[in-house]
């Protein structure tokens, strides 16, 4: 099939599994194993696409914990934050994972341990990779310290803070190290995020930021809808859900919470949303990740792009999935204009 290139190179990777082996192809092949497992749960539809995401994002944590073990780290006074799909346990097949590193003021850590972490998961090998890791959304971005201290986390978002990097925060969960920073570093992000006071500003900066993702796609070749920044795509979705938690989250704690399936379920329970509502965004999201996946599967790559003169992508037809979006985009534009 031409959208299983990628499974079989893994699987004859996965051949090789009991001849003698450094750590950090063992660490490789285990990922393409539960990597192969979760295309083979998409393409046969043995499992739901929520199921695949929440298992290959459990895998993925999993990857990451060895990961930093057999760079020679430990969990004192050190945390992992994930942001983004890993953060909602809603991972893609070929995702970047979004992480963010703090340890406590008086903690030191040997910066040899960062980049061996990195490497296992990153490093692209005859045994290919295990992860894409991001860390630019820690505070500061590129320029800022690889593993942020506790007082620089809490001056940045203290201070410095801006509107994206509230959403961000609204799926951060910690994932490896001490507990007791965890709870220290959450409740402040929580803080950060939901506020007990509406801004009445706050629908037009999110309505300024989606304008922009929209005219960045705009730039680009239209030959192609992009899945995820395409106007009425993932990201729209995203953003109408973590916009009302946002709004309606600093007084309703049941909103605060990393998972988007969830988030949908509470804001109808709320009342926020309507019962018809509800059920638009939440098979209309789960849709779209479903064409997520498959895109991605063929060749374990981060791409979002669909050719707009397809007639049909696997099984879904193009048409289907643009008439999906256009009405998304406008559901969407009731709230961010």
């Known amino acids: 099939s ?38 083979l749960a998409t393409y046969c539809q043995s499992a739901t696409t929520e199921e695949v995401c929440y298992a290959w994002s459990l895998a993925a944590e999993k990857l990451i914990s060895d990961a930093w ?11 992992i934050l994930a942001l983004g799909k890993l953060g909602s346990r809603e991972l893609n097949l070929s995702s970047d994972v979004d992480l963010v590193l703090v340890r406590r003021d008086d903690k030191v850590i040997d910066s040899k ?21 991001d860390l630019n959304l820690r505070p500061g971005g590129g320029s800022g310290s690889l593993i942020t201290s506790q007082t ?9 803070g801006e509107m994206w990097e509230r959403l961000s925060y609204v799926r951060a969960r910690c994932i490896y190290g001490d507990q007791n920073l965890s709870s220290e570093i959450l409740k402040f992000a929580n803080h950060f ?4 006071h509406i ?15 929209h005219f960045e796609v705009s730039l680009k070749d239209q030959k192609y809808f992009n899945l995820k920044l395409s106007p009425g795509g993932i990201r729209d979705l995203e953003l109408f859900v973590h916009s009302l938690q946002l709004i309606h989250g600093g007084k309703n704690k049941m909103l605060q919470t990393q998972s988007t399936s969830e988030a949908i379920e509470q804001l109808r ?12 965004l939440y098979e209309s999201y789960w849709f779209f990740r479903d064409v997520e996946n498959h895109l991605q599967a063929r060749e374990d790559q981060q791409t979002y792009l669909i050719d707009r003169t397809f007639q049909n992508f696997a099984q879904f037809k193009v048409s289907g999935i643009l008439a999906l979006a256009q009405k998304s985009h406008l559901f969407v534009s009731e709230l961010l204009k």
Do not use: M
Request: some cysteine.
């Open 2 to 39: 031409e959208f299983s290139q990628a499974l079989k190179r893994y699987l004859a990777l996965l051949d090789r599994e009991g001849t003698p082996l450094s750590e950090p192809s063992r660490l490789r092949l285990k990922r393409h194993k539960v990597w192969c497992e979760a295309v």
């Open 69 to 79: 073990q057999l760079a020679g780290g430990d969990d004192q006074d050190f945390i």
């Open 113 to 133: 341990v960062l980049r061996q972490f990195t490497s296992l998961l990153s490093e692209l090998t005859e045994f290919a990779y295990c992860l894409r890791v």
């Open 152 to 160: 620089e986390f809490e001056y940045h978002y203290g201070y410095h």
């Open 193 to 196: 995020s939901y506020r007990k």
């Open 199 to 213: 801004d009445v500003t706050l629908v037009d900066d999110l309505s300024q930021l989606r304008n922009k993702i």
């Open 269 to 280: 329970a709320a009342k926020f949303i309507s019962e018809t509502d509800a059920k638009f």
